[in-house]
Every structure is written in structure tokens, then in C-alpha cells.
């Protein structure tokens, strides 16, 4: 069963949505804000998101940046905003796909189909990533890492660190988007508690674990995925 996070201030447009997306066998959760929102994504595994852009604490086209920041799940935009610029912007944003209030729920059922069709047909074509060879592979489907054929020992933070990193080669992020993607937006502790998870993944994959050619230090800001490239 696919859970569908619904976020709206409106509570009769959430009421709406879910009980359409229930009738057609979904299971689904509820946010009324953004802080809400990225919550509720840290304590359930969410398959697509229904998010509205006027939202009472932050901006809608913001939030779908930080989601997409760490997450790839598939987004589904509402809005009042009909112009074709915002459309683009809003895709151009992350977004999977835009549906304009008022609408039919019906459509909204239909739209989350089809995206989650799509997105079925990519995770299948995408669910192992291979640097160097094979000699790191990450497998999303059983979250696991091999090493020159042989598994990997990591503790969960450390996998999620790792495939944060491994999606986006070549991507600089910050310590504070690490913590946000691996431990969680509501986590309180030291940023720099990434820093001693990217030592324990290091002396995991790396030949050279203080050369390393995977994980790498961008000083003053943070680390990037180097894919393996010398």
C-alpha cells in the first residue's frame, strides 16, 4: 500500500483529497504546515507528496526545495497560481507534476497514478548505483554496500549518509543539509557529528582512507561525492 503525505492549511481540501486517495486504496498521512511536513518525513515512509504552495509558515516552492534536497519522492503541486511561469518554476523546482485549484479530486487520484507509474519505472531501472567498475556499488532496494564484491558493514546513518551523497556526484552540501537529510530535521545535536560518520564510511570503502576518492572534504563548506574520478 502506497502512503501519500497530504499537506494543506486547508483542512476540507485535506479532507477531501484523502478520502478520494482512501476509497482507491492508498494510506495516507497529513500535514497542515511546512515544519509539519518534513516531521512527518522523518517518522514515516512517504511514496509521494501532495503539497499546496500557500502554506502559513514557509513557502510552498521553498519547502519543495528542501524535500527535493533529501529526498527524491515524487511531488505533486497544488495551487491558486494558474500563469505558466509559475507551472515551470514549480517544475523546474522538483516538482513531478502541477495541478491547479479549484480541481477535481478525481484528477488528483489520476495524477498520483500516473506519477507513481512513472516513478515504479525509474526506481526499477536505478535501483543499484556502481562507481569504478563495481568496486562500490550502493543498492537501494536491500540497502546495502559492496566493496569489490564483498558487503559492507555500515549502520544505517551511515548508508543513508553515504546514498545522499552517491545521488547527486559532484554535488557540494553542507554539513546542516547532511544533518537535515540523514539524522532528520528535527535533530538538535552538532552538525559535526557528519564529519565522524564520513570518517567511519571512509576507512569502510576507501583504498586510501586519508586520500580519499569518494568522499570529499569541500573545506569551509562541506563534502561532496566524487563518483570514484582520480
Request: charge should be neutral; aromatic fraction near 6%; proline fraction near 4%.
Amino acid at each position: 500500500m502506497k502512503t501519500i503525505l497530504v499537506v494543506d492549511d486547508e483542512e476540507k481540501i485535506r479532507d477531501v483529497v484523502v478520502s478520494y486517495l482512501r476509497k482507491e486504496g492508498f494510506r495516507t498521512v497529513e500535514a497542515a504546515t511546512g515544519t509539519d511536513a518534513l516531521r512527518e518525513m522523518d517518522r514515516t515512509s512517504v511514496d509521494l507528496i501532495i503539497l499546496d504552495l500557500m502554506l502559513p509558515d514557509r513557502d510552498g516552492e521553498q519547502l519543495c526545495q528542501t524535500i527535493r534536497m533529501r529526498d527524491s519522492v515524487p511531488i505533486l503541486m497544488l495551487t491558486a497560481k494558474a500563469s505558466e511561469n509559475n507551472r515551470i518554476r514549480g517544475l523546474s523546482l522538483g516538482a513531478d507534476d502541477y495541478l491547479i485549484k479549484p480541481f477535481d479530486p478525481r484528477e488528483v487520484v489520476a495524477r498520483v497514478r500516473a506519477i507513481l507509474r512513472r516513478t515504479d519505472d525509474r526506481e526499477l531501472l536505478a535501483d543499484r548505483l556502481s562507481f569504478r567498475d563495481g568496486h562500490l556499488v550502493i543498492d537501494s532496494l536491500k540497502h546495502k554496500v559492496f566493496c569489490q564484491g564483498e558487503p559492507v558493514n555500515v549502520t544505517p546513518n551511515e548508508y543513508k549518509l553515504l546514498l545522499a551523497l552517491a545521488k547527486y556526484p559532484q554535488r557540494h552540501f553542507t554539513r546542516e543539509e547532511l544533518v537535515d537529510l540523514v539524522l532528520g530535521y528535527t535533530f538538535d545535536g552538532d552538525s559535526r557529528t557528519i564529519d565522524q560518520h564520513v570518517k567511519n564510511i571512509r576507512h569502510k570503502i576507501e583504498p586510501d582512507p586519508k586520500n580519499p576518492r569518494y568522499i570529499v572534504t569541500v573545506y569551509g563548506l562541506g563534502y561532496r561525492f566524487a563518483g570514484g574520478e582520480t
